[in-house]
């Protein structure tokens, strides 16, 4: 089956525009994660979500944020472009049969290319 | 805070030989840790994974080792081959989280 989808593969930006990215999971996957990877900081997590609701989210600024729908396809936005958001950013999805309930872990994050984001 | 580590930046290793990557992790409540994969380029591609009731997992070429004692990860590549020349991550999935926390990567070079 399809893999994780992400789209665009780059991006330049200007500093001060703002930026919106797309995942596309695996069909049946219902938990999307989206990391950023730097070479000085490598791969930090941004936020998850699950059902359209966003479960666990990583220690960055409020200018970037995400949402899912209901097919389970998300997107993350960036407000405001600093030169240091300029990095490669990965979407990951997981198995819906690994949920975390019961003492059950979550199985399998598959990552997308990522979209190679510049700001200019 | 916690973090997961590598030890080893860089490892080059003969055609043929077996490899072997180290991690280091902090987290004590870490329940799931995973290997990727990761070409120029590309995203990280899963390797193999291994739960904390295990010590140790197979896979093709590959095994992942798991001491808890000490809180260490490691991924054997048996007979490496040019191809498997990349960066290597090992992450840790902490229980009752739903991200996961990488290490900053070893870089594995294969002489032909």
């Known amino acids: 089956k399809a893999g994780v989808t992400q789209t665009p593969r780059y991006l330049i930006k200007t500093r001060g525009q703002q930026v919106t990215l797309s995942c596309s999971p695996i069909s049946g996957h219902r938990s999307v994660s989206w990391y950023q990877q730097t070479p000085g900081q490598g791969l930090q997590f941004l936020f998850e979500y699950f059902s359209e609701t966003q479960r666990n989210k990583g220690n960055f600024p409020g200018r970037f944020s995400g949402r899912q729908f209901s097919n389970s396809r998300s997107e993350m936005n960036v407000s405001t472009l600093e030169l240091g958001d300029s990095a490669l950013y990965l979407c990951?999805?997981?198995?819906?049969?690994?949920?975390?309930?019961?003492?059950?872990?979550?199985?399998?994050?598959?990552f997308g290319s990522g979209t190679r984001l510049t700001v200019v | 805070g916690e973090s997961v580590g590598l030890h080893l930046p860089t490892l080059s290793v003969q055609e043929g030989d077996n490899s072997i990557i180290n991690c280091a992790y902090s987290?004590?409540?870490?329940?799931?840790f995973i290997w990727y994969k990761q070409e120029s380029g590309k995203g990280p591609q899963f390797i193999i994974d291994?739960?904390?009731?295990?010590d140790k997992r197979q896979g093709q070429r590959v095994t992942v080792l798991l001491n808890k004692t000490v809180k260490h990860l490691s991924l054997q590549i048996a007979a490496t081959q040019p191809g498997d020349s990349a960066v290597y991550f090992c992450?840790?999935?902490?229980?009752?989280?739903?991200?996961?926390?990488f290490g900053k990567g070893t870089k594995l070079s294969v002489i032909p």
């Open positions: 990951a999805s997981s198995s819906p049969e690994y949920t975390r309930q019961g003492g059950t872990i979550g199985y399998g994050y598959t």
């Open positions: 987290n004590s409540a870490s329940d799931y």
């Open positions: 992450a840790e999935n902490g229980a009752g989280s739903y991200q996961l926390t």
């Open positions: 291994i739960r904390s009731n295990m």
